[in-house]
């Protein structure tokens, strides 16, 4: 792609805009010549007689109306060429720019968009500064290079199905033409999902090549709004969900299995992506589909032959794991949902959705992590992957679907608060298992977050309007609930499945949980821990210093939870130094209130260890060395803005996630600063406390590799600010005393 010679394609350009305008000449006139237009007013105006006046003048007229269908489509090839031109070269221009910008991080690109490291070994790079990129900077560099392949392929895909429609017809010419790359695109689609829809219309005895090929179109179009739009209405709302109904559980006693399952977990994902653009796109016809969607939610979508049949709620909702719906859309479907469960409730969830009146299998493949039958926890999926949606839902409240209206709950005393009487029965699998709190977690987390939970490249939302400002505000109430309702570890672990989100909203609200933390009985007005925090700038709420701290103990005793969450503490711990600038005083004060946040998780997390395995000494051990490990993999794998230059930081959470983490210095306000900041994540990953050849034989040594890790921005300011020996040690005699007051937090007895 970087080699890519668009020189004759360019000429091309130039020749076809030069061949629309003698066309033009030839058709309407101009420059003097004899002209199509002429031609047809003589033969018009001509007195004919016999056969001429039948065939020869129609002729004439006809072959007139040519010259100008012949312009039509010149300058259609011409527009088409000229656009994919302007298109190929942006992309070009764009991969270079990102090889060579990964270059300099020692990943390199090959020919094939693959990526790899490229650091020189010690021998080569001699005293010169080489620094090997981690795992997670070569998959970075190979996702971004790959979504710039994707768009150069997207792109020629276009142009040349747009050129051959051009090139079909040996005898006419094409009176309509395209105006465009986008224009060809919107009509692309349009065709596709005519062909799609026929396709459809065969249901349940679609072969599985034609499955596969109904995927292969899907694939490419399933962001197209035209061919998404013409999809979901040509189907309509009833026979949308009658397709998928008709796939997924055909009503035959046999359920798909092997290869054809695989297949209808691409055609169910492509499903959902597809409806899920559809929904942005406001015409009357797909107003209607979406009214027509939310009022077949209770009806029962049947099987020819079969009497059970699942609700409307539940096809759509397992249509709904891919892809961001629009608000709108989400807020109706999400209200009716649960204002006709509501009203059912004499049933109870379980019964409601899985009783022997509505089997069906839905999901595939079958087993997999996709919510079951149970409609809420699809459209959980839904809202995790739309914030604006999820945080209007969480602040919303439902009735009962008119059999009392005035009986309304809170949506989220009705799905999260246990405790409230009435408060949702969520639904268990075959194994007795309740899988519906995973989803539950990931529409917390966009609404709480506000970005998709599973965004690869995640960004706290800016705060520079009223709207976005009131949003962010909205969000940490929404998460000071979250920190109230699970702040003992036994509610966190009766809703399995929900830890992970948990843990990803801890580290996105780190700021804030350290703001709550710096309020020792009460001091924190008169301390200006407002000013320290910028409070006010960075919209931090305080959630309570007694809950703030259960809250943190109740993930930290967890060792995936522990991990993300001091990484997390690591990062901002260092930047929230470096946002006091040249005041001495403030940034250790605000340093050493860091320490206090680690020593905290750390005894949470060893005095974990030391319940689970009590004196089973060689177990203990084996957690402690795996525990004292996580920096090597956490700090390592920091990657994102440049420190100063954005708002946050991403660090890993669990296989493949990322959050991001917000930083105390989104407005550096110097290049010292900044240097400082830079320089702050530089120095982590130098000092890595590598302990991989040493044997943790107790919980007095993880705990030293705790308090390394607590120090390292301390001793990394000092460093930076050129501290002498007598100043480091006042300052590590301070920092273990806070340490410790942080252990004490969460001390609940002496680890065994």
Do not use: C
Not at 26 to 35: D, K
Not at 482 to 488: E, F, G, I, L, P
Not at 555 to 565: F, G, I, N, V, W
Not at 632 to 655: E, H, N, R, S, W
């Amino acid at each position: 792609m970087t080699d890519l010679r668009l020189g004759k394609l360019k000429a091309a350009v130039t020749d076809w805009e030069q061949m629309v305008g003698k066309l033009r000449a030839l058709a309407t006139g101009g420059g003097g010549g004899i002209n199509a237009a002429d031609l047809k007013a003589k033969a018009e105006a001509a007195d004919w007689s016999g056969a001429n006046a039948t065939v020869t003048k129609g002729f004439v007229a006809k072959t007139a109306s040519e010259f100008n269908d012949v312009v039509t489509e010149a300058r259609s090839v011409h527009k088409i060429l000229q656009e994919s031109h302007a298109a190929f070269k942006k992309h070009q221009e764009e991969l270079k720019t990102t090889v060579d910008r990964w270059a300099k991080r020692n990943v390199y690109i090959n020919d094939k968009g693959g990526a790899v490291s490229a650091a020189p070994p010690g021998a080569v790079a001699g005293n010169a500064k080489t620094e090997a990129p981690t795992q997670e900077d070569v998959d970075a560099a190979a996702a971004e290079v790959g979504r710039i392949l994707e768009a150069a392929n997207e792109t020629d895909r276009i142009t040349a199905r747009a050129l051959r429609k051009h090139a079909a017809s040996k005898y006419d010419f094409d009176e309509t033409g395209y105006r465009g790359l986008k224009d060809a695109d919107r009509q692309q689609g349009i065709e596709d999902a005519d062909a799609q829809v026929k396709l459809a219309a065969k249901g349940a005895d679609l072969t599985d090549a034609e499955l596969k090929r109904f995927n292969e179109v899907a694939k490419n179009q399933r962001d197209n709004p035209a061919y998404a739009e013409r999809f979901a209405t040509k189907l309509g709302p009833e026979g949308t969900l009658q397709f998928w109904r008709s796939l997924a559980d055909p009503g035959r006693g046999d359920t798909p299995t092997g290869e054809r399952a695989k297949i209808l977990a691409k055609v169910q994902d492509n499903l959902s992506l597809t409806l899920a653009t559809a929904t942005h796109v406001d015409t009357p016809a797909m107003r209607e589909w979406k009214d027509g969607i939310i009022a077949a939610g209770d009806d029962r979508i049947k099987h020819p032959g079969i009497m059970s049949a699942p609700h409307g709620f539940q096809v759509m909702s397992s249509l709904m794991g891919k892809g961001k719906f629009e608000s709108g859309f989400l807020t109706s479907y999400g209200k009716e949902m649960v204002e006709f469960e509501r009203g059912n409730s004499k049933l109870g969830a379980d019964w409601l959705w899985d009783g022997p009146g509505n089997p069906a299998q839905l999901n595939y493949p079958p087993g997999s992590a996709k919510p079951g039958n149970d409609p809420v926890a699809g459209f959980m999926e839904a809202l995790g992957h739309n914030p604006e949606a999820s945080l209007k839902f969480f602040n919303d409240s439902t009735g009962r679907g008119g059999k009392d209206d005035l009986d309304t709950l809170s949506n989220w005393d009705y799905l999260v608060d246990k405790e409230n009487e009435n408060a949702r029965e969520w639904p268990t699998d075959d194994d007795g298992k309740t899988t519906g709190y995973k989803n539950l977690g990931h529409a917390l987390e966009s609404a709480t977050l506000g970005y998709a939970y599973d965004d690869q490249n995640p960004s706290i939302p800016p705060l520079d309007t009223d709207e976005q400002k009131a949003a962010r505000d909205d969000r940490t109430a929404l998460m000071q609930r979250v920190v109230d309702n699970y702040k003992n570890a036994d509610v966190i672990d009766g809703q399995p499945g929900i830890r992970d989100s948990l843990t990803n909203m801890a580290a996105g609200h780190v700021d804030s949980l350290n703001y709550s933390m710096a309020n020792f009985g009460g001091s924190g007005e008169q301390a200006g821990r407002d000013g320290m925090f910028d409070a006010k700038g960075n919209h931090l709420r305080d959630f309570g210093q007694t809950d703030g701290a259960n809250f943190l103990r109740a993930l930290a005793s967890d060792e995936d939870s522990y991990k993300t969450l001091s990484a997390a503490q690591q990062v901002y711990g260092a930047s929230a130094m470096g946002a006091q600038g040249d005041d001495l005083q403030d940034a250790l004060r605000v340093g050493r209130h860091s320490v206090l946040m680690h020593g905290l998780m750390d005894e949470a997390r060893f005095e974990s260890i030391g319940k689970e395995f009590g004196d089973e000494k060689d177990e203990r051990n084996k957690e402690l060395e795996k525990q004292a490990e996580w920096r090597k993999a956490a700090v390592g794998a920091v990657v994102g803005t440049a420190v100063g230059a954005g708002t946050a930081l991403i660090v890993p959470a669990g296989a493949a996630m990322a959050i991001a983490v917000p930083l105390a210095m989104e407005n550096v306000g110097g290049a010292a600063n900044a240097q400082f900041a830079t320089e702050t994540i530089d120095w982590l990953k130098e000092r890595e406390f590598d302990n991989s050849n040493e044997s943790i034989e107790s919980i007095g040594k993880a705990k030293e590799v705790g308090q390394h890790n607590a120090m390292t921005p301390l001793l990394n300011y000092a460093d930076a600010h050129g501290m002498d020996s007598d100043a480091v040690w006042d300052l590590a005699e301070k920092a273990s005393v806070r340490y410790g007051v942080g252990a004490g937090v969460t001390d609940t007895e002496d680890s065994k």
